[in-house]
């Protein structure tokens, strides 16, 4: 093959995924507007816009085909996540629902901002037990002014160094991460010399581990299994539980 046909030939796979992704979107522009009909349909109707069974089942089915098809599972559902939450807000506009978008926002935790004593020692701790890796550091040679962003999968973390020690009496930071599967993550946590706690489940039925890390990171990891079905109940704040609520609307 020579140069000019190779380039030929990338230019035509170029042409095939942006037609792709112009089918993909116009596929997406008609599920939203189905989605409007559906939520127009409810209001009329007075059928209730919360269909607990159904955003489930979705997820079900989705995930089965992508597996059928070779995709990862993993992927449709993110997907699938982002667009179930843009159907949610389609309907709460469609329902006249108040509440705003926040309310379907928070399915997994995107970043936090925690606040260490030793820097260097803290982003070594945490990348070795719990699995992150350090992605950038900046800042002088002031305290207080050192940061460094490690990632685990989706999970950024903004480690800072603070300008004064934090004294033996500092609570810990606290950081709840959703996962896929419990199972496989309480077993690298332990492979990694963590001591883990369990908590086989809540008043909402979510299970999560706790990964308590001491000085310089001073940090308590909490890990829930991700639910589509558990809502989140009021005692969980008891057992320190920090779950996002994933309403069923917007599965239509």
Not at 31 to 53: N, Y
Not at 208 to 228: C, D, F, G, K, Q
């Amino acid at each position: 093959m020579t140069e000019a046909e190779a380039i030929d030939h990338l230019e035509a796979l170029r042409a095939r995924l942006d037609q792709i992704d112009s089918d993909l979107i116009e596929l997406l522009g008609l599920r939203f507007q189905t989605i409007r009909d559906v939520a127009a349909h409810k209001r009329a109707t007075g059928i209730a816009v919360m269909q607990p069974s159904r955003v489930g089942n979705v997820f079900e089915t989705r995930m089965e085909r992508a597996r059928e098809a070779g995709l990862d599972p993993k992927l449709i559902e993110r997907l699938w996540t982002t667009i179930i939450t843009h159907a949610c807000q389609i309907e709460n506009e469609v329902g006249q629902i108040e509440g705003g978008d926040l309310l379907f926002q928070g399915v997994s935790l995107d970043h936090a901002l925690i606040e260490v004593d030793n820097l260097k020692a803290a982003c070594e701790m945490i990348c070795t037990r719990l699995s992150f890796d350090l992605i950038s550091q900046s800042g002088s040679d002031t305290p207080g002014e050192r940061v460094a962003v490690l990632k685990g999968g989706d999970v950024s973390l903004i480690v800072r160094e603070r300008a004064l020690p934090a004294g033996k009496n500092c609570d810990p930071a606290t950081v709840a991460i959703q996962v896929h599967r419990l199972a496989p993550t309480v077993s690298e946590l332990r492979q990694r010399g963590n001591t883990v706690d369990l908590t086989p489940g809540s008043m909402s039925g979510a299970r999560m581990a706790i990964v308590h890390l001491p000085a310089p990171a001073n940090l308590t990891v909490r890990y829930v299994e991700r639910s589509l079905r558990a809502g989140l109940s009021p005692a969980d704040f008891e057992t320190g539980m920090t779950l996002a609520s994933e309403e069923s609307c917007g599965a239509t």
